[in-house]
């Protein structure tokens, strides 16, 4: 909920990634968003990549493998040319007209948190859904849920709905079939900080937590809505 953990915890993506100077905003009680440039080097690493750089990180995350007809910068921006160069990859490869999406649409990460459980990240070139639900057997656990969207076709029929992939706590979200191993490894790296997160929750003598007064306000206001329903009198079958 947060976008700052970035550079400790996703160093390889910093490069290419705007974490701490990304935007949040609330809205009701049980809906917020932050949005992160993608494109743009973080702020920490503030002048050691030339625009040249950040695309070829972006691109495949390793120049070393990059071809001499790798995508170039030229007179523009790194974040320009990964929005043409996605536009026209994403639109052939989902035959999708892409022509009228902005280049914020094209590349950054748009997250949206729907109180309870539910995170949806609209944007093109990352269009996926978190989910996460009790295990009903165990409330230090729970069942967390990625699922991974595409455009509607412009013609042609919809594509029928994927069959889940089960994975055990063991496994690395890189096993999944058909999982990029970058974006897997992102995600592998986030749930083992969940397992740290709970130990130290339980571990702490200090009653709560201390949140960042900006970014940290998905938190603070996901857990108010928390404490709301927390404080609500029970409800009573036919009342």
């Given at each position: 909920?947060?976008?700052?953990?970035?550079?400790?915890?996703?160093?390889?993506?910093?490069?290419?990634?705007?974490?701490?100077?990304?935007?949040?905003?609330?809205?009701?009680?049980?809906?917020?968003?932050?949005?992160?440039?993608?494109?743009?080097?973080?702020?920490?690493?503030?002048?050691?990549?030339?625009?040249?750089?950040?695309?070829?990180?972006?691109?495949?995350?390793?120049?070393?493998?990059?071809?001499?007809?790798?995508?170039?910068?030229?007179?523009?921006?790194?974040?320009?040319?990964?929005?043409?160069?996605?536009?026209?990859?994403?639109?052939?490869?989902?035959?999708?007209?892409?022509?009228?999406?902005?280049?914020?649409?094209?590349?950054?990460?748009?997250?949206?948190?729907?109180?309870?459980?539910?995170?949806?990240?609209?944007?093109?070139?990352?269009?996926?859904?978190?989910?996460?639900?009790?295990?009903?057997?165990?409330?230090?656990?729970?069942?967390?849920?990625?699922?991974?969207?595409r455009p509607v076709p412009s013609d042609g029929p919809r594509p029928e709905?994927?069959?889940?992939?089960?994975?055990?706590?063991?496994?690395?979200?890189?096993?999944?079939?058909?999982?990029?191993?970058?974006?897997?490894?992102?995600?592998?790296?986030?749930?083992?900080?969940?397992?740290?997160?709970?130990?130290?929750?339980?571990?702490?003598?200090?009653?709560?937590?201390?949140?960042?007064?900006?970014?940290?306000?998905?938190?603070?206001?996901?857990?108010?809505?928390?404490?709301?329903?927390?404080?609500?009198?029970?409800?009573?079958?036919?009342?």
């Open positions: 909920m947060e976008a700052y953990h970035v550079i400790e915890t996703h160093p390889q993506v910093a490069p290419s990634n705007a974490d701490a100077n990304s935007q949040y905003d609330v809205y009701g009680d049980h809906v917020n968003r932050f949005i992160s440039c993608l494109g743009v080097a973080s702020p920490h690493l503030e002048g050691r990549f030339s625009e040249q750089d950040i695309l070829d990180q972006f691109t495949v995350g390793d120049a070393s493998v990059l071809s001499e007809d790798r995508p170039q910068v030229g007179d523009g921006t790194a974040r320009q040319a990964m929005a043409d160069l996605f536009r026209t990859m994403f639109g052939a490869a989902t035959g999708s007209d892409l022509s009228a999406t902005s280049d914020s649409e094209m590349l950054d990460c748009f997250s949206y948190t729907l109180f309870p459980n539910t995170y949806l990240f609209p944007g093109v070139s990352l269009p996926m859904v978190y989910r996460f639900r009790p295990d009903p057997k165990d409330h230090r656990r729970c069942i967390y849920e990625v699922f991974f969207l709905p994927a069959e889940p992939i089960l994975l055990t706590d063991e496994q690395s979200f890189c096993e999944a079939p058909g999982m990029d191993a970058r974006f897997g490894k992102i995600l592998d790296q986030d749930t083992d900080n969940l397992f740290l997160q709970q130990e130290g929750i339980e571990a702490s003598a200090k009653r709560g937590l201390t949140l960042g007064n900006y970014q940290e306000i998905r938190i603070r206001h996901f857990e108010q809505a928390v404490d709301r329903y927390v404080a609500m009198p029970p409800l009573r079958p036919g009342r």
